[in-house]
Every structure is written in C-alpha cells, then in structure tokens.
C-alpha cells in the first residue's frame, strides 16, 4: 500500500525557516516524480513545486520562487521542502503527492501538515 | 499565475448528471492531454477520479467520466449519488513547466 506521511509544520514567524519532509512507503520511491501541494484554510488547491524522480528537473510556482526548495534522498524513500522567507499568505496544509507518470496527476496524497505563519 | 476557471458551486438531485468545466488556455487544458481532476471531502485530503483527460484509475466508479474539447476539459457525474456531494477540482500541465489547480467546484446532491 502506498503511503505519504508528511512532518515538520507548525507555527513560524513571517520572515521565518521550516522544513517539511514526506516519508514514502509501498512502492519504488526512486521511480517516481513527487509534488508539494497546499490548501490554505477554506481556499483551493495550489500547486507548489515538482521534482523529477532523477532529480534533474524542478518546477516551481511563482509564487514560491526563490524562497522555497525542493529535494529528494532517494536512498532514504524522502522528499522535502525548505522554505524560507514565510510570509503569511504560506500558511496551509502542504501535502505530498506522488507523480501517476502519465500526465503529471496526483496518484497519491498524504495527509497533510499544517504551516502556521503569523507573529 | 492564474488558476484555471471552474463554476464555484454545481448541483443535481440524485439520478440526475451533471457537469463541471474547467477552462483554460492554449498553454494549458488546450494544448495538452494532461488534465487531471480530483474530489475532496472536507478535512480530508483529495483523490484523483481522473487523469489523462478521460482515464480512470482502478477503484474509481464508471458514473465519473472526463472529455475535453479546445480549452476546456468536463468531467462529468452520472447517476448522481449523495456520496458524491464534495469538491472537485482540476488540474492541468502548463508551458512554463508548471502545474496549476482549478478553483474548486463545490458539488451539492439536492
């Protein structure tokens, strides 16, 4: 069974560091591309950021930019995002999905783990 | 970047069908068979009902169905049930190497 458990949310200042990570289980995590994707409270779904399952390829919104990261241990079945330069329009549920491979869907999510950016 | 544009709120009594767009451009839903949609219950995290435009991945009922035409892509609910009363959103590949989400259509069973 495949499973996403996304760690690391919580409550930041504006201006402030997190890192998220997603453990991946049930399935061969290095032959798959993963996304980042957030809901912000009773807003819709906004895609983050996508890597390729080589890691030679990222993607990012432009809304996130040049302040948040996207990476991968292969060897550890784990994605990640950093993200730096919080501001109050990141908080949301970030969820990990996984890449189906046939036209960039979401074949799997995670639960979900809530950023919090406020002062 | 602007999200693709999907009516707020449809709705339909049981048995009924009903129909949710999502257009876009031709960078996007137009130029591309990589729309996918999904359905969300709320607290819950969504699930892929389609991809591909009109595939359906196993598990997920005959009574949803996907097409597309120019920039626009439908997905569609047949014989509707009142477990299906959730969001639904869309989702499509973009030119500038980026993805991008409808605004979510709120569905109501009457």
């Known amino acids: 069974e495949v499973q996403l458990v996304e760690s690391g949310g919580g409550l930041v200042q504006p201006g402030g560091s997190l890192r998220l990570s997603c453990a991946a289980s049930?399935?061969?995590?290095?032959?798959?591309?993963m996304n980042w994707v957030r809901q912000a409270p009773g807003k819709g779904l906004e895609w983050v950021s996508y890597?390729?399952?080589?890691?030679?390829?990222?993607y990012y919104a432009d809304s996130v930019k040049g302040r948040f990261t996207i990476s991968r241990d292969n060897a550890k079945n784990s994605l990640y995002l950093q993200m730096n330069s919080l501001r109050d329009e990141d908080t949301a549920i970030y969820y990990c999905t996984r890449d189906g491979g046939y036209s960039y869907e979401h074949d799997h999510w995670g639960q979900g783990t809530l950023v919090t950016v406020s002062s | 970047q602007s999200a693709l544009t999907q009516p707020a709120s449809v709705s339909g009594s049981p048995g009924q069908s009903i129909t949710i767009s999502c257009t876009g451009t031709s960078s996007d839903v137009g130029g591309y068979n990589f729309v996918s949609w999904y359905q969300q219950y709320p607290g819950k995290a969504p699930k892929l009902i389609i991809y591909e435009v009109s595939s359906r991945p196993s598990g997920v009922s005959n009574r949803f169905s996907g097409s597309k035409s120019g920039n626009t892509a439908s997905l569609t609910i047949s014989g509707l049930q009142a477990e299906d009363e959730a969001d639904y959103y869309c989702?499509?590949?973009?030119?500038?190497?980026?993805?991008?989400f409808g605004g979510g259509t709120k569905l109501t069973v009457l």
């Open positions: 989702n499509s590949y973009r030119s500038s190497s980026t993805l991008v």
């Open positions: 890597i390729q399952n080589s890691i030679t390829t990222k």
């Open positions: 049930g399935f061969t995590f290095s032959s798959y591309s």
